[in-house]
């Protein structure tokens, strides 16, 4: 998707809509999307854990990708936090979603849903073309 344009909220312009579905990188944003979902309320350390149990690259994902992600949806309103200061140690930073927050996740279902259909596309040609290739081979 070129930058600066996005196909569900019509945005142009010369930075990227707020909702940064071009962003797939690693698809961290979906991925603290979902585990907020199923935890309602986390702070940074818990999300980084159940984030690599979800990740889709073996590589997992980088704390500071999560944390980014995060300022980026609490600025968007996705995300809203707090400061827990009941528990020993330093204070934590809760984060819980919020009702547009779950309206983006739907969102980025429906991308993911569309890329993962892309991809089975691009990996049935990609074994089309293998085969073409070794029957076309010379012995």
Known sequence: MPRGRCHRHHHTGDSP???????????????????????????????????????????GVDSGA???????????????????????GPARRLYTLTPTGYEHLAEWSEVMKDIASSLGSLARASQRALQRAQNTAPA
């Open 17 to 59: 809509c707020s909702c940064e579905m071009g962003n797939l990188y690693r698809f961290c944003e979906p991925i603290v999307l979902i585990v907020l979902a199923r935890l309602g309320t986390a702070h940074g350390y818990q999300l980084t854990t159940e984030a690599g149990k979800v990740a889709v690259t073996h590589a």
């Open 66 to 88: 999560i944390y980014r992600a995060l300022r980026r949806l609490e600025a968007n309103e996705h995300v809203t936090s707090s400061w827990d200061t009941s528990g020993p």
